[in-house]
């Protein structure tokens, strides 16, 4: 039999085989969607009368009085992180490994523990063991290594039982930050408890209630640094150290938002202080101040404006690209 047709007929075979694998792997993938879709979607476990699922729950948790509202986002903020590493993705996809299935393991008892404690956030901390396991095994290390953090990101997204004590902390911290920073603004208060009061203006007084302590503030700071050092192409310790920057940052900002409804109570309307400015100061003054104080982080640790640093790179790597091509093209003498 000549070469040729060898050739051909081992080329054909190697195809059918590589295309039985992607149907394995995306019939895999099906599998595992439809697992979780149903364990954790529809299959009620969790609640008083075991008539709740772990998805359900964690919609009706995400809430004003856990402080995390802001919950809803994570879906979307961990797609669009995988979604950024896509072409990553494609590129470090591989054989899968075994040890992935470990994982899931993990994943699966964790999820048995928790139906028999009746404790979905049990559950749901299994959840990324479950999806990261599977990619594991499914396309490999590398691509393992690249979706560890987008999927285990989900874990910041599962209110912990109790933020009583830290919002107690917090609002006194709250409560003094204000009292000493509306002194810079001629506005003189003294503080009975987590209430400020005016010494000479004629505002009522204005309680530092849970809400105002800086928790939501937090806890949604905290989300946005952690995807914000991820994307960040800087060394590891400089990411860790961009998203420990969240928790003094959303000090700093909760106490400046409750000092500017001090000022404006001093200076200005009080009813529009305590009402509309205080709903409404967080979206506008508390966020463009800490994320702009974020970026200035940033760029101190990467030596300049993250997109300017970015292009600079680039241009370095055409420039090298050039010289490269120029010198193999120099005829010989």
């Known amino acids: 039999m000549p070469d040729s047709q060898l050739n051909t007929e081992a080329n054909a075979h190697g195809a059918i085989k590589s295309s039985g694998s992607v149907v394995m792997i995306w019939v895999s993938v099906l599998l595992t969607v439809a697992a979780v879709i149903w364990f954790f979607g529809i299959e009620v476990?969790?609640?008083?009368?075991?008539?709740?699922?772990?998805?359900?729950?964690?919609?009706?948790?995400?809430?004003?009085?856990?402080?995390?509202?802001?919950?809803?986002?994570?879906?979307?903020?961990?797609?669009?992180?995988?979604?950024y590493k896509f072409k990553d993705l494609k590129v470090a996809a591989d054989e899968g490994t075994y040890w992935g299935l470990l994982a899931v393991?993990?994943?699966?008892?964790?999820?048995?523990?928790?139906?028999?404690?009746?404790?979905?956030?049990?559950?749901?901390?299994?959840?990324?063991?479950?999806?990261?396991?599977?990619?594991?095994?499914?396309?490999?290390?590398?691509?393992?290594?690249?979706?560890?953090?987008?999927?285990?990101?989900?874990?910041?997204?599962?209110?912990?039982?109790?933020?009583?004590?830290?919002?107690?902390?917090?609002?006194?911290?709250?409560?003094?930050m204000a009292h000493h920073g509306s002194d810079l603004?001629?506005?003189?208060?003294?503080?009975?408890?987590?209430?400020?009061?005016?010494?000479?203006?004629?505002?009522k007084p204005l309680d530092i209630a849970a809400g105002c302590s800086g928790i939501r503030s937090l806890m949604a700071l905290l989300m946005i640094s952690a995807a914000w050092a991820?994307?960040?192409?800087?060394?590891?310790?400089?990411?860790?150290?961009?998203?420990?920057?969240?928790?003094?940052?959303?000090?700093?900002?909760?106490?400046l938002r409750v000092i500017s409804i001090f000022v404006i109570a001093e200076y200005g309307d009080y009813k529009w202080a305590s009402t509309t400015w205080h709903d409404w100061s967080g979206l506008l003054l508390f966020y463009p101040i800490s994320l702009l104080l974020l970026l200035a982080i940033h760029s101190i640790l990467e030596g300049g404006l993250p997109w300017k640093k970015a292009n600079q790179k680039s241009l370095r790597r055409v420039n090298v690209t050039r010289t490269n091509e120029s010198k193999s093209i120099i005829p010989e003498s």
């Open 230 to 255: 991820f994307i960040a192409k800087m060394a590891m310790w400089k990411r860790v150290l961009l998203f420990l920057c969240a928790f003094p940052l959303a000090i700093l900002g909760n106490a």
């Open 105 to 176: 393991l993990i994943g699966v008892l964790l999820y048995i523990i928790a139906c028999r404690s009746l404790q979905p956030r049990i559950a749901l901390g299994g959840l990324p063991f479950i999806l990261w396991g599977s990619a594991c095994f499914l396309w490999g290390w590398r691509v393992a290594k690249i979706l560890i953090f987008p999927l285990f990101f989900f874990w910041l997204a599962v209110p912990l039982p109790s933020f009583q004590q830290a919002t107690t902390h917090l609002q006194l911290l709250a409560t003094s």
């Open 185 to 203: 603004f001629g506005v003189e208060t003294y503080v009975e408890g987590t209430t400020v009061l005016p010494v000479n203006g004629d505002w």
């Open 45 to 83: 476990k969790f609640g008083g009368g075991r008539d709740t699922s772990a998805f359900r729950w964690l919609w009706s948790a995400w809430n004003g009085e856990t402080d995390y509202e802001h919950g809803v986002l994570f879906p979307f903020v961990i797609a669009g992180l995988i979604i």
